[in-house]
């Protein structure tokens, strides 16, 4: 049986994988090799996945029951040879975070996850041979 830790990273991983983005996006979870995609006009756009989980807190005196928590993030990598405008990468970082709203839930095995405000698409910025915009998502155990 796989860990509460496991379970709730793959109840995040599941909402990404529903995400539709234009362009199509490959995504990339912590520790993989990224070898940058490419298509017939160089190299493609991808995101990065990553979880930044808080220390669990106890809820009450049952030794079993803690609310976990943590930030989910998407880091949009778009390459600066690719042409995108600040407005356009603002808009797919924000389409990002819109499919990550305030009371979205989601679960696997166990766990039962929920989005506890909007999510925020942060200010781009530029990071060797990519623009890179980050979607951050804050979630806790429910």
């Not at 234009?22 to 990065?48: C, K, Q, W």
């Not at 079993?64 to 943590?70: F, K």
């Not at 880091?75 to 979205?104: C, S």
Request: glycine content about 6%.
């Amino acid at each position: 049986m796989p860990s509460i830790q496991t379970t709730d990273w793959l109840a995040l991983k599941g909402r990404a994988d529903t995400l539709v983005t234009s362009p199509v996006m490959l995504r990339f979870e912590p520790g993989a090799i990224v070898t940058p995609p490419a298509d017939a006009s160089g190299p493609a756009p991808y995101i990065l996945l990553s979880d930044v989980v808080n220390e669990p807190v106890r809820a009450g005196i049952d030794p079993r029951l803690h609310i976990r928590s943590g930030t989910f993030m998407l880091a949009i990598q778009w390459p600066i040879a690719r042409a995108v405008t600040h407005t356009q990468l603002k808009e797919i970082a924000g389409q990002v975070a819109a499919h990550f709203p305030a009371d979205q839930c989601m679960s696997f095995g166990p766990s039962r996850l929920k989005v506890t405000q909007d999510s925020e698409a942060l200010q781009a910025y530029v990071d060797g041979a990519c623009r890179v915009a980050v979607v951050r998502v804050f979630w806790s155990s429910m």
